[in-house]
């Protein structure tokens, strides 16, 4: 336990360091993906924008609302985004605890679209949904590499 708290410290420095990533909305304005009504203000939201964030690093994306609903996954609050690049989307979801969002994780495996590639991952009380159409294999690339950071195994 020690020594994964001891990569996942590093892991959110250098992602809060780095700012947020770069939006497709108006040049020269950054901006964070909007936040679920559910509880708009929660302050542990800067830990998933800054899981989110590592895995994007240069990418071009725009703020979305998180699919499904954070209403829908049970979730307290969540954010998305989609890639400019690609036909990439990410979901960004808070829960109450760890076992919640397992709870949504195994739902999500069960629920990918027809004609699409889908990812999800656990870290703590986050979950991560992406997807990208199946033929897309940049968008493919994308989703692997953003669950993969999400969960800290870059």
């Not at 909007?34 to 590592?54: F, I, K, Q, V």
């Not at 690093?57 to 690049?85: K, M, N």
């Not at 992406?130 to 033929?135: H, I, K, L, S, V």
Request: charged share 25%; net charge negative.
């Amino acid at each position: 336990m020690r020594s994964r708290l001891s990569l996942l410290v590093p892991l959110l420095l250098c992602a809060c360091a780095s700012g947020p990533s770069p939006r497709a909305e108006e040049p020269g304005e950054e901006r964070l993906p909007p936040r679920s009504p559910m509880n708009p203000d929660a302050p542990s939201l800067n830990r998933g924008e800054a899981l989110l964030r590592h895995g994007t690093g240069s990418d071009v994306v725009l703020p979305a609302e998180p699919v499904p609903t954070a209403q829908e996954l049970g979730a307290l609050a969540g954010f998305g985004q989609t890639w400019t690049s690609c036909s990439a989307r990410a979901s960004v979801y808070l829960f109450d605890s760890y076992g919640d969002a397992t709870t949504a994780d195994a739902r999500l495996r069960k629920q990918v679209p027809e004609g699409k590639h889908g990812a999800v991952t656990v870290n703590g009380d986050w979950l991560i949904w992406a997807t990208a159409d199946a033929t897309d294999e940049a968008g493919r690339d994308v989703i692997e590499r953003v669950v993969s950071a999400f969960a800290g195994e870059e």
